[in-house]
């Protein structure tokens, strides 16, 4: 079995290898170009970005795995085998990483994070008032799967007083949920620091926008963890620019890597972190790449399949 790699670029290859290795010394593993070379046999290929053509490229191809939770770099290869299913990297740490990166973020924003390294970089020593209490800053969840349901949880146990929104009814423990349009208002009103996790639909696109964003309370904060095509940045930097927001952790972004033209990287009020929120490790990474090589190989079902009528 041959295994095709674009994820991280060469200089990653020879730790893929090594841990394909010890999971399973049968699967070859090549490098994105040897794979174009020789692709005679390549039936997997673990890709972030590929470049485009070069699924195409490969004639013995039957499983695109992707390298994150997300596939947005994969399906923006207009010559992709659209036939050919994709597997989303959701190991057993996904939701535990995820909800540590959200928790983190939050914390960030309640302590000013961004403030401070600002006048660390500028050797500043400003006393800052007294920070808010968990207790007392509501965060809400947008998008209760797998991820979102890990994050909400890790926040209620933390301290933070926290709700959810999903498309349908969803209930957590300690967690007051809130579903579909007629709750969505509601589900705003009631949330300080505002988390998106939803997936990438034509629903979802441009959600945390001017609409969004004037139904928070004054001084509200946002982390998108989501999806870039979930934030419309103009409305972003117009919110924070007027005070009708207080910051934003951004960790996903329509164009990637952020340009660095962009305006989001010097805003005094943005945190900006290189998609990374769920990331496992690269040796994560390839044990759940060999699982669901020996589940594809045996013709078992697989989990986690990108499905394009739910946009996840």
Request: a negative charge; glycine letters at 10%; hydrophobic letters at 45%.
């Amino acid at each position: 079995m041959r295994i095709a790699i674009a994820s991280g670029g060469p200089a990653a290859l020879p730790e893929w290898q090594a841990h394909f290795q010890a999971f399973d010394p049968a699967i070859e593993v090549l490098g994105w170009e040897a794979a174009q070379a020789d692709p005679a046999g390549v039936r997997y290929a673990l890709v972030w970005q590929p470049p485009h053509g070069g699924l195409a490229a490969l004639p013995d191809l039957r499983l695109i795995i992707s390298a994150g939770a997300g596939v947005d770099g994969i399906l923006d290869d207009p010559l992709r085998p659209a036939h050919l299913p994709i597997a989303r990297m959701i190991t057993d740490s996904t939701p535990d990483v995820m909800a540590e990166y959200v928790l983190s973020a939050a914390l960030m924003l309640l302590r000013e994070g961004r403030r401070m390294a600002l006048n660390q970089a500028e050797r500043r020593w400003d006393i800052l008032p007294a920070p808010r209490r968990m207790q007392d800053t509501r965060v809400g969840v947008m998008g209760l799967g797998q991820l979102g349901k890990a994050s909400a949880l890790l926040l209620a146990r933390a301290g933070f007083p926290v709700s959810g929104w999903s498309r349908t009814p969803t209930e957590l423990p300690g967690v007051r949920t809130h579903a579909g349009v007629a709750g969505f208002d509601a589900f705003l009103a009631d949330t300080d620091i505002l988390v998106c996790l939803l997936p990438a639909t034509p629903a979802t696109q441009g959600i945390l926008g001017a609409r969004t964003f004037e139904r928070l309370p004054a001084g509200a904060a946002v982390i998108n963890v989501g999806r870039g095509s979930h934030l419309d940045e103009p409305a972003l930097l117009a919110a924070l620019d007027a005070g009708r927001l207080s910051g934003a952790v951004l960790d996903v972004f329509e164009t990637e890597p952020l340009p660095a033209a962009s305006p989001l990287w010097s805003h005094p009020a943005i945190i900006v972190t290189p998609h990374y929120g769920a990331t496992p490790s690269r040796r994560d990474r390839a044990q759940h790449a060999v699982q669901l090589i020996h589940l594809a190989e045996r013709g078992q079902p697989l989990p986690h399949l990108y499905d394009a009528a739910r946009g996840y």
